[in-house]
């Protein structure tokens, strides 16, 4: 019987082993859902590897807690390769964000998440699936005069920025081919200095190679913006994520470590940062925190604080 168990549970492991492992071979968007579960997936296997060894001492199970333990270690260490340097102790944020996709049909809950808005006394809101607040767009206006979404250079609510600093450029567009006006540009004056702002939502990486194309087109638009950059949004994707690694490496981005679990809901801090808020220097992230309530939608909001490196 032990016999058994040892060998069902080996193959079992070994199939979950292997599929983590042909990120570092291939990547295929049929897996992208594994690749940001990496440090989770690996773990697993770690834990289920020493109960096979409870039943069984053999060198296939050392062998297999040996990938399990390389796997679960390059994935923390990919989750905190883009952490940024540590903030001198002059530095002092300049700048409150709150980032939150709110889930398009989460109708009956847009008065508490304008609540939540204007009780986050966030210069700057990005609100994705937005629909929710269209309602409240005359009373977030008092806290927020300046918009863009929501009847404002689109008619449509998917993305809606809130600020409460006029806005010195402001646009619209579309990157990859699936999701129209997901990815929005702005900028605002801080104490004399322009700080620019990005906004996207890109699509999920199972999805065929759309994430991809998205990406490419956003790393294009990143390196054409000059200046200090915050970008956040909803990638729908961990910065494990092989697309997003290279990413990060091609544009500078930071992030911190770690970053807060936005999705799922119910795994609450075990779960994987999808919703990211990076900065480019010489900003700085100098923190990044997860709103306690989700408010009926299906992730987390995200509130960070920015400062800037003179």
């Known amino acids: 019987m032990k016999d058994t168990l040892f060998c069902v549970g080996s193959v079992l492991v070994s199939l979950l082993l292997a599929t983590i492992s042909l990120r570092y071979v291939t990547h295929t968007w ?5 690749y940001s579960f990496q440090a989770h997936f690996a773990l697993a296997a770690v834990l289920a590897t020493l109960v096979l060894l409870a039943i069984k001492r053999h ?14 270690g390059h994935g923390l260490f990919m989750l905190k390769a883009f ?3 540590p ?16 889930m ?6 847009g008065a508490r998440i304008a609540d939540a808005v204007i009780a986050s006394d966030a210069d700057i809101v990005n609100i994705l699936e937005a629909e929710p607040l269209r309602p409240e767009i005359p009373r977030l206006s008092q806290a927020y005069p300046y918009r863009i979404g929501c009847g404002t250079d689109t008619d449509g609510c ?4 809130l600020s409460k600093r006029p806005f010195l450029t402001q646009s619209v567009s579309s990157i990859g081919d699936l999701w129209p006006n997901r990815l929005i540009q702005t900028a605002i004056d801080v104490d ?6 990005a906004s996207v939502h890109l699509a999920k990486p199972y999805f065929d190679d759309f994430q991809l194309d998205e990406l490419t087109d956003l790393r294009k638009i990143v390196a054409e913006t000059d200046g200090p950059l915050l970008l956040a949004g909803d990638f729908n994707s961990a910065i494990i994520d092989p697309h997003i690694q290279r990413f990060m490496r091609a544009t500078g981005f930071n992030t911190v470590f770690p970053e807060p679990a936005t999705w799922p809901i119910r795994a609450g801090a075990v779960g994987i940062a999808i919703d990211h808020v990076l ?11 997860r709103m306690d309530d989700s408010i009926g939608s299906n992730h987390f909001g995200l509130m960070a604080e920015i400062a800037i490196e003179r």
């Open 87 to 102: 903030a001198s102790a002059a530095t002092q944020p300049i700048l409150r964000l709150m980032s939150f996709n709110i």
């Open 59 to 72: 060198w296939f199970a050392y062998l297999l807690l040996a990938v399990g333990v390389f796997l679960l």
């Open 104 to 109: 398009n049909d989460n109708l009956g809950n």
């Open 30 to 34: 049929l897996l992208a859902f594994v």
């Open 192 to 197: 004399g200095t322009k700080i620019n702002f």
């Open 158 to 161: 998917d993305t809606l920025i």
């Open 279 to 289: 900065a480019r220097p010489p900003l700085r992230l100098t923190s990044v925190t």
């Open 83 to 85: 952490e940024a340097a």
